[in-house]
């Protein structure tokens, strides 16, 4: 199927429909969402909620876990668009949800959920899931949503850069995934037995060694790099761990 004809057609069909010249045509017309929309999530990665061609109206949930150690609020950012960056994406608001409870990092969920009508009206609701805190925003058709030739140059630009953006996805979910490791290996400086103090200081060193390389280096390695050197300090982690194992017989966790 040609793109441009299908375009074309769809719109002449259209047309009929809106003028009443429709009594020939066998066909349901359906609104869909024009583009994909979704939020923010940790690294800037555009997270889809509804995809681009959902029947409309439509309603859909996603539940998403605090990034931080005691985070009190979350910063939901709305954006339409295909590419999977949210900096390449058309921005249509943000709103803060406070008064989550001080917990470690992703111990808090918070529900986010997208209610688009059938006149094109974004509704974006987040609530924390143990006391029940929820704000809304409401955003309409003419408020900071892309003209018809804006949407389908979006489209066009998506697949041009469809492989750039995959390696911009893939290295932050690695920096995501590495730093979630470092700070597992962490934590477990003082859970697992058998552990000496110089074994726990070998362990912090790892992890600093790796939370340093990834503020210096991020910007100028790829998706594989970083997944490179996350496997060469686990190799150094598990010979500590191997080794405690060894002196208690097996290492257990707290």
Same mark, same amino acid.
């Given at each position: 199927?040609?793109?441009?004809?299908?375009?074309?057609?769809?719109?002449?069909?259209?047309?009929?429909?809106?003028?009443?010249?429709?009594?020939?045509?066998?066909?349901?017309?359906?609104?869909?969402?024009?583009?994909?929309?979704?939020?923010?999530?940790?690294?800037?990665?555009?997270?889809?909620?509804?995809?681009?061609?959902?029947?409309?109206?439509?309603?859909?949930?996603?539940?998403?876990?605090?990034?931080?150690?005691?985070?009190?609020?979350?910063?939901?950012?709305?954006?339409?668009?295909?590419?999977?960056?949210?900096?390449?994406?058309?921005?249509?608001?943000?709103? !803060? =949800?406070?008064? &989550?409870?001080?917990?470690?990092?992703?111990?808090? #969920?918070? /529900?986010? @959920?997208?209610?688009?009508?059938? *006149?094109?009206?974004?509704?974006?609701?987040?609530?924390?899931?143990?006391?029940?805190?929820?704000?809304?925003?409401?955003?309409?058709?003419?408020?900071?949503?892309?003209?018809?030739?804006?949407?389908?140059?979006?489209?066009?630009?998506?697949?041009?850069?469809?492989?750039?953006?995959?390696?911009?996805?893939?290295?932050?979910?690695?920096?995501?995934?590495?730093?979630?490791?470092?700070?597992?290996?962490?934590?477990?400086?003082?859970?697992?037995?058998?552990?000496?103090?110089?074994?726990?200081? !070998? =362990?912090?060193? &790892?992890?600093?060694?790796?939370?340093?390389?990834? #503020?210096? /280096?991020? @910007?100028?390695?790829?998706?594989? *790099?970083?997944?490179?050197?996350?496997?060469?300090?686990?190799?150094?982690?598990?010979?500590?761990?191997?080794?405690?194992?060894?002196?208690?017989?097996?290492?257990?966790?707290?």
């Amino acid at each position: 199927v040609n793109p441009d004809e299908a375009v074309a057609y769809g719109a002449s069909i259209h047309g009929a429909f809106l003028s009443g010249q429709n009594r020939d045509l066998d066909i349901l017309l359906v609104d869909v969402a024009p583009l994909t929309l979704g939020v923010e999530t940790y690294g800037g990665i555009m997270d889809p909620i509804i995809p681009r061609q959902k029947t409309v109206p439509c309603k859909q949930t996603k539940k998403y876990y605090t990034a931080k150690d005691n985070q009190t609020s979350v910063l939901i950012k709305v954006y339409e668009g295909e590419r999977k960056m949210t900096s390449d994406n058309n921005k249509l608001g943000e709103f !803060e =949800l406070s008064g &989550i409870p001080p917990k470690p990092r992703g111990m808090s #969920e918070v /529900k986010v @959920t997208f209610s688009l009508d059938k *006149d094109g009206i974004l509704s974006v609701a987040a609530e924390e899931n143990s006391t029940g805190a929820a704000r809304t925003i409401t955003i309409t058709n003419n408020k900071g949503r892309l003209t018809q030739d804006e949407l389908e140059a979006k489209i066009k630009e998506a697949e041009q850069f469809k492989k750039q953006d995959e390696e911009k996805r893939n290295k932050v979910k690695e920096v995501n995934e590495t730093e979630e490791y470092l700070y597992a290996v962490r934590d477990s400086e003082e859970k697992i037995r058998g552990l000496t103090e110089n074994d726990k200081k !070998e =362990l912090e060193l &790892i992890c600093t060694e790796g939370f340093d390389w990834l #503020e210096e /280096k991020e @910007t100028d390695v790829t998706s594989e *790099d970083v997944r490179n050197q996350r496997h060469k300090w686990e190799k150094r982690v598990m010979v500590v761990y191997n080794r405690a194992n060894s002196s208690a017989g097996q290492y257990q966790v707290d």
